[in-house]
């Protein structure tokens, strides 16, 4: 077996991009062997505060703009709950979206109109906790991760949060 598919690349993240890989990167297909799951950190803990949004605006936060897929099959979002105060009509809304970024186009954001994945955390939602999306098949080459926050219909009501999140790659 080449020393390739025993260490795995040195790393699957884009430069541009926040998200660290924390388990083995995906090994090289093209040398025939199995790409092993591996758990990307997309953002480590963090406090969000959107207390100061008018009522009934949301604001949309770019998390990783193109995390590289392309070796997976299954993703799935894990968010980490730390702490919370928020109330009912609040929502936090994290968002996988298909992109392919492009070198003659920089510029662009290619994303498709579809989200692939979301994780809703909404008043309910009790710190300490663990919020998961269901396991999503047959990602893009590249998915775009993204918070919105939604405030109530009254302005100025407190939402924070602390948080973290990563992602599940794996194949089936």
Not at 33 to 39: E, G, I, K, M, S
Not at 47 to 66: H, I, W
Not at 79 to 104: C, D, N
Not at 152 to 164: E, F, M, R, V, Y
């Amino acid at each position: 077996m080449s020393p390739a598919c025993q260490h795995g690349e040195e790393s699957l993240v884009p430069s541009q991009c926040g998200c660290s890989a924390h388990a083995v990167a995906p090994t090289s297909p093209t040398l025939g062997c199995r790409v092993r799951p591996t758990v990307v950190t997309l953002f480590e803990k963090r406090s969000f505060v959107f207390s100061t949004l008018g009522g009934g605006v949301s604001l949309d936060v770019v998390l990783c703009p193109a995390l590289p897929v392309l070796d997976y099959t299954i993703v799935k979002l894990a968010i980490r709950v730390h702490s919370l105060t928020m109330s009912a009509g609040q929502l936090l809304r994290f968002y996988a979206w298909g992109t392919l970024p492009s070198e003659e186009d920089p510029a662009q954001d290619f994303v498709d109109s579809t989200e692939f994945l979301s994780v809703d955390i909404t008043s309910s939602t009790t710190a300490p906790a663990l919020v998961t999306s269901r396991a999503t098949y047959d990602p893009d080459a590249f998915l775009k991760f993204s918070l919105r926050a939604t405030q109530t219909s009254s302005a100025l009501t407190p939402l924070l949060a602390t948080l973290s999140g990563c992602v599940q790659l794996r194949n089936s």
